[in-house]
């Protein structure tokens, strides 16, 4: 029985490990070969690419009426996102600094900008979700 488990959690693994390394992010990395200068390049067109997305979901939110009225209109939510950038991009430049010292400052930087993004991606998924969900 234990052998068929951990045959079932292996295959699964594998599954999820190739899902994750299909996407435009995971081949990016595994063809830098470890070389933290391009895995910077890689995280900062991650983050290029999640922003586009976040404007096009904000955007999204902005024309759903409802919304707007509980929340002032669609220049609260603009301004909303311009807090979280300067919040985002003054938390990573200090994760950077304190990092730094180890030689790989940028390479911290850029993946806090990364993995911030890409969670501020996923709550405005959320949002939407929310926002146009069927009622039940």
């Known amino acids: ?51 586009r997305q976040i404007n096009q979901k904000i955007a999204q939110i902005g024309r759903n009426s409802e919304f707007m009225k509980l929340n002032k209109g669609q220049t609260t939510l603009e301004n909303q996102f311009k807090y979280w950038q300067a919040f985002r991009n003054n938390y990573c430049t200090y994760a950077g600094v ?26 405005l998924d959320k949002l939407l979700h929310g926002i146009y969900a069927d009622p039940e």
């Open 1 to 51: 029985m234990n052998k068929k488990m951990l045959l079932a959690i292996f295959s699964v693994g594998l599954f999820f490990a190739h899902t994750v390394n299909a996407s435009d992010y995971g081949l990016c990395i595994n063809r830098s070969r470890g070389d933290m200068k391009k895995q910077i390049d890689c995280n900062n067109d991650e983050v290029r690419s999640q922003m």
């Open 98 to 123: 304190a990092n730094g010292a180890y030689g790989d400052g940028a390479y911290f930087k850029s993946d806090c900008m990364r993995l911030l993004t890409q969670q501020y991606s996923s709550d």
